[in-house]
């Protein structure tokens, strides 16, 4: 039971947040991804489009009052600004 239970665990932990196409905004930027000026999605939620080469992931605008807005609108947040990442369908 304990090695079922072992296994379980370790396949678990292993779906990284990459295998589900969720990613950090910090993770995105440590791997040379470039940030969009703020937009919205097809819903309406603020966010930017953080992209490198065809892969694309949308970053959901973290609500409240935010620091230095104006770098932040023109695709510059800082990391407590945006919330995770989400790849973007083709």
Excluded: H
């Amino acid at each position: 039971m304990r090695i079922l239970l072992a296994f379980a665990m370790l396949l678990a932990s292993s779906y990284s947040a990459w295998s589900f196409g969720r990613v950090t905004y910090s993770e995105l930027k440590a791997d040379g991804f470039v940030t969009s000026r703020l937009t919205e999605n097809r819903a309406g939620v603020g966010g930017w489009i953080v992209s490198k080469g065809d892969r694309k992931y949308f970053c959901r605008m973290r609500g409240g009052f935010m620091r230095n807005f104006a770098a932040a609108r023109a695709g510059n947040p800082s990391p407590d600004q945006v919330r995770r990442c989400s790849k973007v369908r083709n």
